[in-house]
């Protein structure tokens, strides 16, 4: 089932050291812990809230520059303020800059923010500063076209990976999902972005594969490129 390649690919996508393979990978579908179920004893992951509950306030812009075109999002300080200074310390630390949307799921995800091609060796960076809480219960929710941040089972292990939602995945990846912490949602396209929304459908329609090197599926055949990240406000 989708969501449960997705556990197999978001640790990968975040964890500076997790591949596909060899580590448990976490989505919707579970792998972590099944303790916390109950509003009296579940941890408040950034608020408390129920996903979707908030309205997103954007507090900050980042362009992220690619070969396939320009992406804007808005960031919401507000409401997830540790996803937010955690993306935005990578961005102005010029982190970012070639990397890959290393892994893209039509009809799911796009995530980036972690190797790079080295000449032809994929590499996967390490963190530049130390996993952040996770934000899952700040009050947003995994629709269309958010950014969130991508995590290993650990709930507080988000670094510097991050995807986009291609589709609205509030179903599958907002809190509890089966894991029972869900996945931090802390910014978005403007749904009245064409040009954002373009660039992002047309990496949504590259040709993947199973990347040789690493083993991991759904590896653009080619380069999806993050060629600049600036942040603008």
């Known amino acids: 089932m989708a969501s449960f390649r997705f556990k197999r ?20 579908c579970g792998g972590g812990s099944s303790g916390g179920s109950s509003s ?9 809230l129920t996903p ?3 309205t997103l306030t954007i507090t900050h812009h980042v362009t992220l520059t690619t070969n396939f075109g320009k992406i804007v999002v808005g960031l919401d300080g507000t409401h997830a303020p540790l996803s937010t200074a955690n993306f935005l310390a990578y961005v102005n630390a010029n ?20 190797y790079i091609d080295n000449n032809g060796t994929y590499q996967l960076q390490g963190p530049l500063q130390a996993a952040i809480a996770l934000e899952s219960r700040n009050g947003l929710s995994n629709t269309q ?14 670094t510097s990976q991050f995807y986009f939602n291609l ?8 809190y509890p999902s089966s894991d029972h912490a869900g996945y931090a949602v802390f910014g978005t396209v403007s749904p009245t972005d064409s040009t954002s929304i373009a ?3 047309a990496i949504s329609a590259v040709t993947t594969g199973t990347n040789s090197q690493t083993g991991q599926s759904n590896w653009p055949s080619s380069d999806v490129v993050i060629t600049s990240a600036v942040q603008t406000d």
Request: proline share 4%.
């Open 95 to 114: 982190f970012y800059n070639g990397t890959l949307f290393h892994r893209v799921v039509p009809g799911f995800v796009a995530q980036g923010g972690g």
């Open 199 to 201: 660039t992002l459908t």
């Open 145 to 158: 076209y958010t950014i969130a941040m991508a995590r290993t089972s650990d709930p507080n292990s988000a």
């Open 9 to 28: 690919s978001l640790q990968f996508w975040l964890s500076a050291s997790a591949v596909v393979g060899s580590a448990a990978l976490v989505s919707a």
């Open 167 to 174: 589709v609205n995945n509030a179903s599958s990846l907002d």
């Open 40 to 48: 009296s004893s579940a941890p408040s992951y950034g608020g408390g």
């Open 52 to 54: 979707g509950s908030v």
